[in-house]
């Protein structure tokens, strides 16, 4: 499993991040504090406290591709 701490502040953002997760085959979980929901489901992400960083659980083996393509989300830009 990678973990990744990610920032979602806009509906657009958040729009975007859900289409772009869905084209890899691997489970992800969304986790603030004691809530954790599929990152997947754009409603799942509505129910969460959008205004602190979440933690990005990806099950599986995450391709390079993909590690590239969470660069816009993450909360420190620098990691990816």
């Not at 729009?15 to 979980?29: A, G």
């Not at 809530?35 to 933690?55: R, V, Y």
Request: with cysteine; hydrophobic share 45%.
């Amino acid at each position: 499993m990678i973990k990744r701490m990610i920032l979602l502040d806009s509906v657009t953002q958040i729009k975007d991040f859900v289409n772009m997760i869905c084209k890899y085959p691997n489970d992800f979980d969304l986790v603030s504090g004691r809530f954790t929901i599929d990152a997947k489901s754009i409603m799942g992400i509505f129910s969460l406290d959008l205004t602190h960083p979440l933690e990005l659980c990806i099950y599986g083996d995450a391709s390079p591709e993909l590690l590239e393509a969470l660069t816009p989300y993450l909360a420190d830009k620098g990691r990816a």
